[in-house]
C-alpha cells in the first residue's frame, strides 16, 4: 500500500497563470476526492469522483477549476487564470466504495496535499 | 445546517498530563465521526472513527474518542501527552450516503516540555 500521492508538493506560481495538480489514489479506492485547505481552516470539500464520473462538485469550485479522472486512476485538478485568493493547500484523498447492503467503508486517506502560492 | 464545531482553537497542555479536545456536531441524519491529525507540511492522518456499535472507540497512537449522541458530541481524549502529539486536530462528519466530509476548523495542540 503505498498511500495516495500528490504531484507537486509546492508550486509558487504568478497570478493569471494556469497550474495543474496531480493525484494518485490507493489502488484499489474507486472514490477520490479534493478539498481546499486555507491556513486556520479545516478543509472544504471541492469535488469528488466515483470512478471516471464526477459526481459532485461544490460550488466553492469556480468555472476556472475543472477536475479530471479520465481512467478512473489519477485525477487531475487544474486552476486557470489563478487568483492570489486561491493560494492554499489543495488535498486529494480517496476511499473505498460502499457495498450495498455492507457495513460502511468510506474512510477517506488523505495525501500530503499541494500547497499553492499565487503571487 | 451541518456543521462541525471544535470549540478551542489553541491547548496547550504539559507533557504527561492528559488531554481532551472537544468536536459537537450538527448533523441531519446518523452520523459518521472521525478524528484527524494534521502535523506540520503533512497531510491528514486518520486517527480513528465511528460508524456505529460501541460508543467509545479506540485509535492510533494511544488516543481514543467517546460518541454522545445526547450531547452531539464527539470528543477526543488520550492519558498521556507526549511531546510528538503537538499537531493540529481535525474532527470531521459524513454520513450514510453523504460522501463529502464536514470539517471542524481544528485545534491547534501545544506541548509544554
Known amino acids: 500500500d503505498t498511500g495516495v500521492s500528490q504531484d507537486p508538493r509546492h508550486k509558487i506560481t504568478k497570478r493569471g497563470q494556469n497550474v495543474t495538480f496531480r493525484c494518485d489514489p490507493i489502488s484499489e479506492h474507486n472514490r477520490l476526492y479534493w478539498y481546499r485547505q486555507t491556513l486556520g481552516q479545516g478543509p472544504e470539500f471541492l469535488t469528488y469522483f466515483q470512478n471516471e464520473a464526477q459526481l459532485e462538485k461544490s460550488r466553492l469550485l469556480s468555472d476556472r477549476f475543472s477536475a479530471e479522472r479520465p481512467k478512473g486512476s489519477f485525477s487531475t485538478l487544474e486552476i486557470q487564470r489563478t487568483e492570489q485568493g486561491d493560494s492554499a493547500m489543495y488535498l486529494c484523498a480517496s476511499s473505498l466504495p460502499r457495498l450495498a447492503g455492507g457495513p460502511p467503508r468510506e474512510t477517506q486517506y488523505f495525501g500530503p496535499g499541494t500547497r499553492l502560492l499565487v503571487l | 445546517a451541518q456543521s462541525v464545531t471544535q470549540p478551542d482553537i489553541h491547548i496547550t497542555v504539559s507533557e504527561g498530563a492528559s488531554l481532551e479536545l472537544r468536536c459537537n456536531y450538527s448533523?441531519?441524519?446518523?452520523?459518521?465521526l472521525f478524528w484527524y491529525v494534521q502535523s506540520p507540511g503533512q497531510g491528514l492522518q486518520l486517527l480513528l472513527k465511528y460508524f456505529s456499535g460501541d460508543t467509545l472507540v479506540q485509535g492510533i497512537k494511544g488516543f481514543e474518542a467517546e460518541f454522545k449522541r445526547s450531547q452531539s458530541s464527539f470528543n477526543l481524549r488520550k492519558p498521556s501527552v507526549h511531546w510528538s502529539d503537538a499537531a493540529e486536530y481535525f474532527c470531521?462528519?459524513?454520513?450514510?450516503?453523504?460522501?463529502?466530509?464536514?470539517w471542524g476548523a481544528g485545534t491547534k495542540l501545544i506541548i509544554k516540555p
Open positions: 470531521a462528519v459524513g454520513g450514510d450516503s453523504n460522501y463529502q466530509l464536514i
Open positions: 448533523y441531519g441524519a446518523t452520523p459518521y
